[in-house]
């Protein structure tokens, strides 16, 4: 089955640093989004990304969908306490329906 | 807009019973997904739905686990009967996913904000 690695588990940084982390797959995929879940609550899409090569922003976050369709990285720039959370990569392979998930990146800001 | 409504938020029972979770995905969307999330295991997908036919079910644990999608606007997972091992979050998600023909592309899913189930 599709298997994604996402990197890495966890990150403890300083409010004002910027943040990268990035998810592979086994396989080629054709849709890669990122969400970031807070304490109790469900996943919140933040980035949608639909074509290799594709980089896109949100503010201060952009992420890219790798060439190889492999891969993809979020980065956040400027961190803020609101920033903290746990950011899921998620995947879509070619003819599937359903998303295959990152195991997530903890992210800590220290103010 | 509404968004994913889940219920209830908590549900916490004695292993042996029966346990209903609901779902109300966003109005228009035609694709719900069942997720559940575990420290172990992370996000699973249990089961997904297109225009209220199941097409997946693969990730159902076990028969003690079933779900339900009676119209477009309602769907349910039943756990019969529960087991301390079920306890996790459950999420519910909907998307639009155009019919053949369709120009518009694949919606991402949208996620509800979960029933965290404990199992005594």
């Known amino acids: 089955g599709q298997q994604l690695n996402q990197s890495p588990q966890s990150m403890f940084i300083q409010e004002g640093e910027d943040v990268s982390m990035n998810c592979t797959s086994s396989?080629?995929?054709?849709?890669w989004l990122w969400y970031k879940q807070d304490p109790g609550e469900g996943p919140v899409l933040l980035i949608a990304l639909y074509k290799a090569g594709e980089l896109t922003s949100n503010g201060r976050l952009t992420a890219q969908f790798g060439i190889t369709r492999k891969d993809s990285f979020l980065n956040i720039s400027a961190s803020i306490p609101s920033d903290v959370g746990i950011y899921f990569c998620a995947g879509r392979g070619t003819g599937r329906r359903a998303l295959t998930f990152g195991s997530g990146t903890r992210l800590q800001v220290q103010p | 807009d509404a968004g994913v409504i889940q219920s209830p938020r908590h549900e916490v029972t004695e292993m042996g019973q029966e346990v209903t979770l609901r779902c109300k995905p966003i109005s228009g969307h035609n694709s719900l997904f069942w997720y559940r999330q575990t420290m172990m295991r992370g996000l699973e997908l249990l089961i997904y739905f297109n225009n209220n036919v199941p097409i997946d079910d693969s990730g159902m644990p076990e028969d003690r686990f079933s779900a339900k999608m009676p119209n477009a606007s309602f769907s349910t997972l039943k756990i019969q009967p529960s087991e301390p091992r079920d306890s996790a979050v459950y999420f519910c998600?909907?998307?639009?996913?155009?019919?053949?023909?369709?120009?518009?592309?694949?919606?991402?899913?949208?996620f509800g904000d979960g029933t965290r189930l404990s199992i005594l």
């Open positions: 396989s080629i995929f054709n849709t």
């Open positions: 998600a909907s998307s639009f996913r155009p019919f053949l023909g369709q120009t518009q592309s694949n919606q991402p899913q949208h």
